[in-house]
Structures are given as C-alpha cells and as structure tokens.
C-alpha cells in the first residue's frame, strides 16, 4: 500500500505565501516524479508543478516564478513553496507520485486526499 499525505493547507492573504508539503509512504520501490495538481470549485483539476527525479521541473505558465517544487529524496518528500499568492490560486492542493510500488509492477499514478488552499483578496 502507498499513501500521499500532503500539509501546509491554509487561509492567507492576497500577496503572502504557504508552503506544502507531500510524503510518500508505504511499499514504495521507485519514484519516477512526484508533482501538484489543484482544483478549484467548479472547475476541472488541473497541472501545477512536476519534478521528475530525472529532468527538469515543469510549471504552469500561471505559476511560473511565483510557485517552487522541490523534493526530499531521502523522505520520500515533496513540497511547493508559493510565494505572491493570488485569488485565483485558491484550490484544492492534490499531490501526485508516479512510481512503482514493487519491481515487478508497472508504474501507476497515486494521490494524495488533497489540502485546501484560500487566498482572500
């Protein structure tokens, strides 16, 4: 079993920052990428951020030089600093691993059970 518990969740101001965290753990016997994906009422969940433990992180354009993503490999962590928060960054945070739980399984997506995030303008 793998499990994605993710923290950091908040009420904050427009202009000021949070930073969430994402643990992975169980049966876990390798990560490919970890990332953050948020969903905001009514409306459809959508990318944030990714870092591939081989590559180069990717962002949304709406986040760029706003957002950071960064992982602890050691922890099995993953984390989104997001600094000059906005209205419209107010969603439901979901972290997401695609690893593999075993050597013998394939690669599968799992998720965290998401941290609300409300920015008051």
């Known amino acids: 079993q793998v499990q994605l518990v993710e923290s950091g969740g908040d009420l904050v101001q427009a202009g000021g920052s949070l930073r969430l965290s994402c643990a992975a753990s169980g049966t876990i016997f390798s990560i490919r990428a970890m990332g953050w994906y948020r969903q905001a009422s009514g409306k459809q969940r959508e990318f944030v951020a990714r870092?591939?433990?081989?590559?180069?992180?990717n962002y949304t354009d709406s986040v760029k030089g706003r957002f950071t993503i960064s992982r602890d490999y050691a922890k099995n962590t993953v984390y989104l600093q997001m600094n000059s928060l906005k209205p419209e960054d107010t969603a439901i945070y979901y972290c997401?691993?695609?690893?593999?739980?075993?050597?013998?399984?394939?690669?599968?997506?799992?998720w965290g059970q998401g941290t609300q995030v409300t920015v008051s303008s």
């Open positions: 870092i591939p433990t081989r590559g180069n992180t």
């Open positions: 997401n691993a695609d690893l593999k739980s075993t050597y013998y399984r394939p690669y599968a997506d799992y």
